[in-house]
Nanobody, 122 residues
Framework: QVQLVESGGGSVQAGGSLRLSCAASGLSLSDTYMGWFRQAPGKEREGVACSALDGTTIYANFAKGRFTISRDNAENTLYLQMNTLKPEDTAMYYC????????????????WGQGTQVTVSS
């Protein structure tokens, strides 16, 4: 059974940083395309970044230059380093897994975690 467990969320002031983690079990990260998504209250879930098997990454425009997705295949863990956080980054952040292809479109992902809350105050 695939399980994805996010951690690392919290409350920070604007300009601060957070590092999110996603611990995976029931799958091998080295064989899996992974993504980060977020959903703010009253808004649709949106893609943040994805990580491919060959190291390729894709970022949403709002994440470019501020967020970095990375993976530790040995630890079976996905990360999202978020810098220069803004109040508009406030959302529940989710990691997700899919079998093939790097995309930030949520509908293509098969497995989802429960999310970790990020709150950025001005």
């Amino acid at each position: 059974q695939v399980q994805l467990v996010e951690s690392g969320g919290g409350s920070v002031q604007a300009g601060g940083s957070l590092r999110l983690s996603c611990a995976a079990s029931g799958l091998s990260l080295s064989d899996t395309y992974m993504g980060w998504f977020r959903q703010a209250p009253g808004k649709e879930r949106e893609g943040v970044a994805c990580s491919a098997l060959d190291g390729t990454t894709i970022y949403a425009n709002f994440a470019k230059g501020r967020f970095t997705i990375s993976r530790d295949n040995a630890e079976n863990t996905l990360y999202l380093q978020m810098n220069t956080l803004k109040p508009e980054d406030t959302a529940m952040y989710y990691c997700a897994a899919k079998n093939w292809g790097c995309t930030i479109l949520a509908r293509y992902y098969n497995y989802w975690g429960q999310g970790t809350q990020v709150t950025v105050s001005s």
